[in-house]
């Protein structure tokens, strides 16, 4: 599903995001990425969803080899790509409702079929009654869950987060974490960014650890 070889990001000024990073991640895996602040979880993050692209190395997607996809094939790649964010970047004047059917909206896709899988995806996250709520008028936690919901609702084959547990306390870092499970379990991958170190290593699932943009660890125990 992702691989990796040899990638390296450097931007302007000179400075390095990631240095000569290979790995392979196969479909239907759910992997954890960490490393300390500025490490590169971002940066690895923002090149599989190619908000940026790499300077050198290849980044392969499903079969897709992103350092040579044109830019006017950016927006199809990413549909199937679902994006959570520890921010939420949840729109304020719009209900829960409209803010996870937007990328439904943009694809074009008919307006009885987005009612279904906007209804659908916010029943798996538990947030069913909420569809007509303003976001700032939800918990962090319920607002993290509209995110995950809006990731999730074309049913992407790959979902990437972002320290999606950040601003949560443990319960709800938990929940979230459950959910991830849950997809994982029907054949979504997945690549979660996050500092809980005390959360993940409760998971038994692969960690790769990133220090100074260069993968120091890949495996499923580590020593902290």
Not at 4 to 32: C, Q, T, W
Not at 150 to 169: I, M, Y
Request: overall charge positive.
């Amino acid at each position: 599903m992702i691989n990796f070889d040899n990638v390296s990001k450097r931007y302007p000024g000179g400075h390095d995001g990631l240095s000569n990073v290979s790995f392979h991640i196969k479909p239907a895996e759910m992997v954890f990425l960490t490393g300390h602040s500025g490490a590169g979880k971002s940066t690895l993050l923002k090149l599989i969803g190619l908000l940026e692209r790499a300077t050198r190395g290849q980044v392969l997607v499903g079969g897709r080899n992103l350092t040579q996809l044109p830019n006017r094939k950016i927006p199809y790649h990413r549909r199937e790509v679902g994006m959570i964010f520890q921010d939420h970047r949840l729109l304020n004047d719009r209900t829960v409702f409209d803010n996870v059917a937007l990328p439904l909206v943009v694809a074009g896709m008919g307006h009885k079929e987005v009612g279904r899988r906007v209804r659908a995806a916010l029943d798996k996250v538990g947030l069913l009654n909420k569809e007509k709520s303003a976001p700032i008028t939800l918990s962090g936690g319920e607002q993290q869950r509209v995110g995950i919901a809006r990731a999730v609702v074309s049913k992407p084959p790959l979902v990437l987060a972002d320290e999606p547990t950040g601003n949560l306390d443990p319960a709800l870092s938990k929940e979230i974490m459950t959910l991830f499970e849950n997809f994982n379990q029907v054949g979504v991958t997945l690549l979660i960014a996050t500092h809980d170190i005390e959360l993940i290593s409760r998971m038994n699932r692969r960690i790769l650890t990133l220090d100074k943009g260069q993968l120091s660890h890949d495996g499923l125990k580590h020593t902290w």
